[in-house]
């Protein structure tokens, strides 16, 4: 799958997420009834933080210590009318268009990113002050990647299209029944999952400000939420089972290959398949063990400069390793924080057996789930080692089996 089609199966995938579930959730006027409208607002923020230098390229003489940016949001909330609203947290949701400066044009160029946000309430203090959380998934654009003749400092990003992740706690001070004020603190990573390498990433850090103006909300809303309670849950697990497909680049030894360059432009397929037992007692939260296998392309491969016999051009080679060297199979443990459309979900594991050895036993895995029907669900992530070392981006298909509710103790006496 090319870059292109990748951006817009990706946008496509998330802005599509945004449209009411069949269309019920639809503001509609008919002559006989007028449906109240949902809760909606609009946003700026604006931040100026720091750029941790992870990489040669953000330390020593290239260092690129602060950056600043912009952010302007378009979300809808929760009206209140549900108990999903209160046992979620009364969860917002929209999209966004963001715009860093690094006051380095040069090497970074100006990027742009749109995304999709969501959050919810983590506690409500009082009914002027509540803790919330968001986090953000997009693509962003307009990056000066690096070349080796026009920008070979730039190790970092090796692409000029990459995705946009982000995560706040802020603060949100409710001044009126139209604006609030939201102060936190935000993490910001942009890499392009070593799809093209050099791929080193960004990740930043700032604290920011942000106006909030909204549109439709009833003081009823803001001083009580929803007062009706969730009905309570039963304990018991989901066994997710996922199948993933992608690809990925990985860097190969100069030292007597004749490669001007450890980057070579070949793309290696991967293939993977994982099961997931979830242990489901809260309607924000589930987690247990999950079990990865994975078949990767690149593991062992090596690559040289060979001169033809019959042009007299060079070329660069590449021969793949043992089939047996690229498979892995690995065990993690797996945290997701739901939400009534799409939730985020972590892994942390360790390689059993570990076949590619460019890559390190422990990883990590960060994702996006999104249910397309009932049981089915699709998943777009990252997977990583040393929370740093992005290994490649993926999509996922899957499916979720429930399982039968935990039997409940009974009392003695």
Not at 38 to 58: E, Q, Y
Not at 95 to 121: C, E, H, M, R, V
Request: net charge positive; with cysteine.
């Amino acid at each position: 799958m090319n870059r292109k089609k990748i951006i817009g199966v990706f946008l496509g995938c998330l802005f599509s997420l945004l449209s009411p579930e069949n269309g019920s959730a639809m503001e509609r006027e008919t002559e006989d009834e007028v449906k109240t409208k949902k809760p909606s607002f609009i946003s700026l923020d604006t931040k100026g933080g720091w750029v941790f230098p992870t990489n040669d390229f953000v330390s020593g003489k290239n260092k690129i210590p602060y950056y600043s940016s912009i952010s302007l949001k378009y979300g809808r909330g929760s009206d209140g009318d549900s108990w999903d609203d209160k046992a979620y947290g009364m969860p917002y949701y929209g999209i966004g268009f963001y715009s860093a400066n690094f006051f380095d044009k040069k090497d970074l160029g100006l990027p742009f990113a749109l995304y999709l946000f969501q959050g919810a309430t983590v506690r409500r203090f009082n009914p002027k002050w509540a803790l919330n959380y968001e986090w953000n998934l997009g693509m962003s654009f307009n990056w000066d990647p690096y070349d080796p003749f026009d920008n070979p400092n730039n190790v970092a990003l090796g692409s000029s299209v990459n995705v946009y992740v982000a995560g706040s706690m802020y603060m949100k001070y409710y001044i009126n029944e139209a604006f609030d004020l939201n102060m936190g603190v935000s993490l910001t990573h942009f890499s392009n999952g070593a799809y093209r390498l050099p791929n080193k990433g960004l990740n930043l850090v700032a604290p920011y400000l942000e106006l909030v103006y909204n549109i439709n909300r009833p003081k009823s809303i803001v001083l009580s939420e929803s007062e009706m309670e969730p009905p309570e849950i039963e304990k018991h697990i989901v066994h997710d089972v996922m199948f993933t497909i992608t690809s990925r680049q990985i860097r190969f030894d100069t030292t007597g290959t004749g490669l001007p360059s450890r980057y070579i432009d070949r793309q290696f397929k991967v293939f993977g398949l994982s099961y997931a037992p979830m242990i489901v007692n809260s309607y924000k939260y589930r987690w247990g063990p999950s079990f990865e296998f994975v078949y990767d392309e690149s593991s062992d491969a090596r690559a040289w400069r060979e001169k033809h016999p019959v042009d007299g051009m060079y070329y660069d080679r590449v021969e793949l390793g043992s089939v047996w060297k690229r498979f892995s199979c690995g065990v993690s443990l797996k945290g997701e924080v739901t939400m009534p459309r799409i939730s985020i979900f972590a892994n942390f594991g360790y390689n059993l057996l570990h076949g590619n050895e460019y890559d390190y036993r422990f990883y990590q895995i960060m994702g996006v789930k999104a249910y397309l029907k009932e049981n089915l669900f699709g998943t777009f992530g990252i997977r990583a080692s040393r929370f740093s070392k992005a290994q490649y981006l993926y999509w996922s298909l899957g499916y979720s089996f429930d399982g039968k509710p935990f039997k409940k103790k009974k009392n003695k006496g």
